[in-house]
């Protein structure tokens, strides 16, 4: 299990994936808005979505977990 957590305190304002979904290394999962500035959220390595924590609208804290892979 890998956990992707928020790079930095923001909004998420829209989520790419769904839980059960495969990504690939690099794809965009969400968008996290921070300052203004809409920053991609990324996954490091192939996998499959196994439970997404956030929705848009929620406003996260740095290091806090988004989602999940396996």
Not at 30 to 35: A, C, P, R, Y
Not at 42 to 66: F, S
Request: net charge negative; aromatic share 0%.
């Amino acid at each position: 299990m890998t956990e992707i957590k928020a790079p930095m305190p923001g909004t998420i304002i829209e989520v790419l994936i769904a839980p059960g979904q495969n990504v690939d290394e690099n794809q965009e999962l969400l968008i996290l808005e921070s300052m203004k500035m809409e920053n991609p959220v990324c996954a490091r390595d192939p996998g499959t979505v196994a439970e997404v924590r956030v929705k848009p609208g929620d406003k996260v804290l740095a290091q806090q977990v988004l989602l999940v892979m396996e």
